[in-house]
């Protein structure tokens, strides 16, 4: 048998003490028969295989080089029919209630009126956009496509991290992962009844061409591009694998000129309108003639043609206000306010630092608490107390102090753990699972999403930029788990 640890005082997603639980047994007896050789023959393949399709990343300001392969770990994380129904629900709650919360803000807002989120919260955003007010997105939607961070804490109990609304990346790893599972273990997938990723870019596509302009002719065939800000950007293997499954084509911003109020593409053919743009860049390099003077990679006059209704862009411009970390806390209160309904999922506890009361006990509290800054992304800026030295937590104390209005504060969850296999051996890491939900005129969850681990031992940052990988996200199929549960093994089916 293999040797693995005991699960101790975390959450394991695997085991329960040293003994696997249920819905992983099929899959540790498989994982069994494996030699440590053949362990770490299939382990340096499935590297290999993401360093040939070019699966990498970038990493701003390292040394050595930027590019890097994403570092993947064959154990997968699997998830029960029912928690994963449990799940599905709350991701499509959240983001009903985050959408009408975007739409409320930009026309009458209403919840501002109603005092439940605080005016000066919504206005002093730098992501909440004026000149996006009372603007009409296409069938009200300003979320196309959202990446909602989850974690589980010490009872195993799922919160919500983290809300992703405006660029959310990462899809193509869920893709990708699943092929190499199937490439270099296919031995995994002989007894698995999982759900499928073949037919959800199919929900994609559909989620993307319900946002045609309502300006667009009837009898006319609706054209979609992918807007990239081009190969040096950290996420451009996503922007290339996400154009290629949904049959759309990639462009650059100078592929695109905007007249009377239209958008078109430049072909060698001439020009062809455009009505529906997924953008994959910030909204501040959109619109040199209305946002950042100096942006190379957006479209002059492009906001005129959104607001003339003659284009849709996707993700709305403005979300930033709904996925800002300060107004991470008042979800749960979206939720109740607009859908007149609890939380399915919860919030990780969360203090904000322009209370003085809240201030005070956390920068009396900091070697305890995970200090985030509220516009920062990819674990960046962040103070983890635990593990932090006197040096660090002092200048992180002068940086709240300087502006605490930047800042949250969170207690350090322990994170759920699951097995990682790296350098011929097995240990324990940390992880958190990003959901993706597409939105159009109907909802979609990805079944699974992308897990995420901190590769680093005793490490909570599970962000590829700080050293984490990615594993495959099992959601297994009901039949599945009557099978385990009766006979203790599982159902033959070569659906993957």
């Known amino acids: 048998m293999i040797n693995l640890y005991e699960s101790g005082l975390f959450f394991d997603e695997m085991l329960d003490g040293h003994q696997p639980k249920p819905h992983y047994q099929s899959f540790y007896r498989k994982l069994s028969g494996f030699s440590k050789e053949q362990l770490e023959e299939k382990h340096q393949q ?55 919360f ?52 010490e009872n195993g109990v799922y919160r919500v991290l983290e809300d992703n609304l405006r660029n959310p990346s990462g899809m193509s790893y869920v893709f990708q992962n699943r092929h190499v599972m199937k490439e270099v273990y296919p031995e995994f997938f002989s007894r698995h009844t999982i759900h499928s990723l073949e037919k959800q870019m199919v929900n994609m596509q559909k989620a993307l061409l319900a946002h045609r302009p309502q300006n667009l002719e009837e009898h006319s065939e609706p054209k979609a591009v992918l807007l990239t800000a081009g190969m040096y950007n950290s996420a451009y293997y996503d922007h290339v694998f996400l154009a290629q499954q949904l049959n759309i084509q990639l462009v650059e911003g100078r592929d695109l000129v905007v007249q009377d109020n239209k958008v078109y593409m430049k072909t060698i053919y001439g020009l062809e309108r455009v009505d529906t743009i997924y953008r994959r860049i910030d909204d501040d390099f959109l619109d040199p003639t209305v946002f950042r003077e100096d942006s190379l990679l957006g479209v002059a006059n ?18 930033g206000v709904a996925d800002d970390k ?11 306010y607009y859908l007149n309904e609890e939380p399915i999922l919860e919030n990780v506890t969360t203090f904000h630092l322009s209370d003085d009361k809240q201030l005070a006990w956390v920068l009396d509290h900091l070697q305890e608490l995970v200090i985030k800054n509220v516009g920062a992304s ?53 992880i958190d699972l990003r959901v993706y939900v597409m939105k159009g005129d109907d909802t979609y969850v990805l079944p699974g999403g992308l897990s995420r681990v901190a590769l680093k031992e005793g490490s909570l940052v599970v962000n590829s930029s700080q050293g984490g990988g990615a594993k495959d996200t099992w959601i297994l199929k009901e039949e599945l788990q009557h099978a385990e549960q009766s006979s203790g093994c599982t159902v033959l089916d070569g659906t993957v």
């Open 46 to 100: 499935a590297q290999s295989s993401f360093l040939r399709q070019g699966i990498t990343f970038t990493v701003y300001g390292a040394q050595g080089g930027t590019e890097r392969a994403m570092p993947f770990d064959f154990v997968p994380i699997i998830i029960p029919h029912e928690q994963w129904k449990m799940i599905e629900a709350g991701m499509k709650q959240r983001v009903e209630a985050l959408n009408r």
């Open 102 to 153: 975007l739409q409320d803000v930009y026309h009458e807002q209403l919840i501002i009126q109603d005092g439940v989120i605080p005016r000066l919260l919504v206005e002093s955003n730098p992501y909440y956009y004026k000149e996006m007010l009372g603007v009409q997105v296409p069938i009200n939607n300003h979320i196309f496509l959202a990446g909602i961070d989850l974690i589980r804490d």
């Open 302 to 319: 492009i906001i005129d043609a959104y607001k003339a209704g003659n284009v849709a862009i996707l993700n709305a411009i403005g979300n």
């Open 326 to 336: 300060a107004m991470y806390t008042y979800v749960p209160d979206m939720i109740r």
């Open 378 to 430: 990819g674990g960046y800026d962040m103070l983890i107390g635990p593990h932090a030295n006197e040096e660090e937590i002092a200048k992180f104390r002068e940086k709240i102090i300087q502006n605490p209005h930047q800042y949250i504060a969170q207690p350090t969850i322990q994170l759920s753990r699951a097995p990682a296999y790296q350098d011929g051996r097995f240990y324990p890491c940390h």
